[in-house]
C-alpha cells in the first residue's frame, strides 16, 4: 500500500525499517546487507530522509551512523502507515493462498 504513496523502493525498504524500529542505528554498507539493495542508492535516499529530517546522522570516524529522529513531527503517523501496509499486504497474501488452494 505504501508503493501508491512511496514510489521509490529503495525509499520506501529505508522507511519502513527505521519507522518500525526507531532505536535501530546502522551504517549503509549494513543497511544495504539488510535490505538487499545497492549502497549508493540507499545513500541517496538516507540524505533525502536526512534533509526532510526524518533521520539523524552523526560521524564515527569515516562512517556516518544513521538513527531515526524521535521528535520528527509524523513519526507517529508513519508508524502507523508502515503497520497498516504491512498488515494488508498479509491480508492479501493470505488471500491469494487461499483462492490458489480453492481454485
Known amino acids: ?3 501508491v504513496f512511496i ?3 529503495v525509499r520506501r525498504k529505508v522507511l519502513t525499517v527505521f ?3 526507531p532505536d535501530f542505528k546502522t551504517h ?3 543497511l544495504s546487507k539488510l535490505i538487499k539493495e545497492d549502497p549508493g ?3 541517496r535516499e538516507l540524505r533525502r530522509l536526512e534533509k526532510g529530517k526524518f533521520l539523524i546522522s552523526t560521524k564515527k ?3 556516518t551512523i544513521y538513527q531515526t529522529n524521535k521528535q520528527f513531527p509524523l513519526l507517529k503517523e508513519l508508524q502507523s502507515m508502515v503497520i497498516k501496509s504491512e498488515q494488508l499486504r498479509k491480508q ?3 488471500q491469494k493462498s487461499i483462492n490458489n488452494t480453492i481454485g
Do not use: F
Request: avoid cysteine.
Open 19 to 21: 519507522a518500525k524500529y
Open 92 to 94: 492479501k497474501n493470505t
Open 7 to 9: 514510489t521509490s523502493r
Open 1 to 3: 500500500m505504501l508503493d
Open 41 to 43: 542508492n540507499i545513500q
Open 61 to 63: 570516524g569515516n562512517t
Open 28 to 30: 549503509v554498507r549494513a
